[in-house]
């Protein structure tokens, strides 16, 4: 993903961008990786890999996932997070509760912060906890 022209955002000041803004960058992210997975899975039927795909971006599991990896977190990334789920966003919920929204919103706010960052490991890292189910 190095192929992606950042050049227009201070890697310096990305702590300062939005947290909503982060979080709408990290929500592509993290699909594109979801997506990635179920079809090195081995799904190849499109209603299936989106039915796959839908249960880990949906806003419950996000908010699991959260949870999951919260101990693994530095400081930095726990900052991030928190202003994730602190930002105000008018947005109502449709299929989630507002506390599953909310961690979902600061998870997707996380992986936006560590790809603008161009912490592309710690991305995988990250990613790799969520994804994988030890």
């Known amino acids: 993903?190095?192929?992606?022209?950042?050049?227009?955002?201070?890697?310096?000041?990305?702590?300062?961008?939005?947290?909503?803004?982060?979080?709408?960058?990290?929500?592509?992210v993290?699909?594109?990786?979801?997506?990635?997975?179920?079809?090195?899975d081995g799904m190849f039927k499109t209603n299936k890999l989106h039915r796959l795909a839908t249960e880990y971006v949906k806003a419950k599991a996000q908010a699991e996932a959260l949870v999951k990896i919260t101990e693994n977190l530095t400081d930095d990334e726990l900052n991030i997070v928190r202003r994730g789920?602190?930002?105000?966003?008018?947005?109502?919920?449709?299929?989630?509760?507002?506390?599953?929204?909310?961690?979902?919103?600061?998870?997707?706010?996380?992986?936006?912060?560590?790809?603008?960052?161009n912490k592309l490991e710690r991305l995988d890292e990250i990613i790799d906890l969520i994804l994988n189910k030890n």
């Open 1 to 28: 993903m190095n192929n992606f022209n950042l050049s227009n955002i201070d890697m310096n000041n990305v702590n300062l961008i939005n947290p909503l803004v982060l979080a709408y960058i990290g929500d592509s």
């Open 30 to 40: 993290f699909e594109v990786y979801v997506r990635t997975k179920v079809v090195n």
């Open 85 to 117: 789920k602190n930002a105000n966003s008018n947005t109502i919920p449709k299929n989630a509760d507002i506390a599953d929204y909310k961690k979902a919103t600061a998870l997707e706010a996380l992986i936006g912060y560590l790809f603008l960052s």
